[in-house]
């Protein structure tokens, strides 16, 4: 049983949280999730005990509600940060466990939140950077240094193009980046990418493979793997 008189939410209120979750379990209330998120999530990336304490009652609530799925992802993608919360994050093992199941079962179903819901797998399976960096590929953009000569690289992916840029003065240099095939790709790269495919997603499966696949840095002409670099500078140490 979970103790509220110790669960601080992001508000820094204990009795909010229960009643809130008490009602949209009920039924669902739009402006009670309007609340639960803000007091659970604040400023984008900042937690409380009662987000974790209440991870639990939004998985249940998960396989029926799409705002169950997108709050506890919320609060997943932001598992990594300094939040103060280890030991409840850890009494979340089952819930979590839980959740990669509805979530995975929700996606081959090719939901209209599907993007929502593999952020939130990601961060299911501790892959914090790329949950908090997708953004469906229509226009996304990470910034690299290139691993050379060490210049800032602009990534973009989407509907604008798939290149590398950099910027001297008023002038821009870009060049085509080079997508993985299926067949090159591991590890994590793979598996978004056959769960992408699996599930008909497209866009998302090309994003990713331009995302796991080579670019030339503009500036000195050298070819490095963009995940690579990204999850170098953004992957956050696990305590």
């Keep these: 049983m979970v103790n509220w008189a110790q669960m601080r939410d992001c508000r820094f209120d204990?009795?909010?949280?229960?009643e809130l979750l008490e009602r949209v379990e009920r039924q669902d209330e739009p402006e009670a999730w309007k609340e639960l998120g803000w007091r659970l999530v604040l400023e984008h990336d900042?937690?409380?005990?009662?987000?974790?304490?209440?991870?639990?009652?939004?998985?249940?609530?998960?396989?029926?509600?799409?705002?169950?799925?997108?709050?506890?992802?919320?609060?997943?993608?932001?598992?990594?940060?300094?939040?103060?919360?280890?030991?409840?994050?850890?009494?979340?093992?089952?819930?979590?466990?839980?959740?990669?199941?509805?979530?995975?079962?929700?996606?081959r179903s090719r939901p209209a939140d599907y993007l929502v819901s593999f952020r939130a797998l990601l961060a299911v399976e501790e892959e914090y950077h790329w949950a908090n960096a997708l953004e469906g590929f229509t226009?996304?953009?990470?910034?690299?240094?290139?691993?050379h000569c060490g210049v800032g690289v602009t990534?973009?992916?989407?509907?604008?193009?798939?290149?590398?840029?950099?910027?001297?003065?008023?002038?821009e240099f870009r060049r085509d980046l080079r997508p993985a095939a299926a067949e090159e790709l591991t590890g994590t790269g793979r598996w978004m990418h056959e769960m992408t495919v699996r599930d008909g997603q497209e866009a998302l499966a090309n994003g990713i493979a331009h995302l796991f696949g080579k670019a030339e840095c503009p500036r000195c002409a050298s070819?490095?793997?963009?995940?690579?670099?990204?999850t170098s500078a953004n992957?956050?140490?696990m305590r």
Excluded: N
């Excluded at 998985?59 to 280890?86: M, N, P, T, W, Y």
């Excluded at 990534?155 to 002038?171: K, L, Q, T």
């Excluded at 070819?223 to 990204?230: G, I, K, L, N, P």
């Design 155 to 171: 990534i973009a992916i989407g509907g604008f193009g798939c290149y590398s840029e950099v910027r001297d003065g008023d002038e």
């Design 46 to 107: 900042l937690l409380s005990p009662a987000s974790f304490a209440a991870l639990p009652r939004l998985v249940r609530l998960a396989q029926r509600s799409a705002e169950a799925r997108g709050l506890a992802g919320k609060i997943l993608e932001r598992a990594a940060g300094q939040h103060g919360c280890d030991a409840l994050l850890a009494d979340c093992a089952d819930a979590i466990k839980e959740f990669r199941e509805v979530l995975d079962r929700h996606l």
């Design 223 to 230: 070819v490095f793997t963009v995940a690579d670099e990204y």
């Design 235 to 237: 992957r956050p140490v």
């Design 139 to 147: 226009d996304d953009i990470i910034c690299v240094d290139c691993p």
């Design 14 to 18: 204990v009795d909010r949280v229960p």
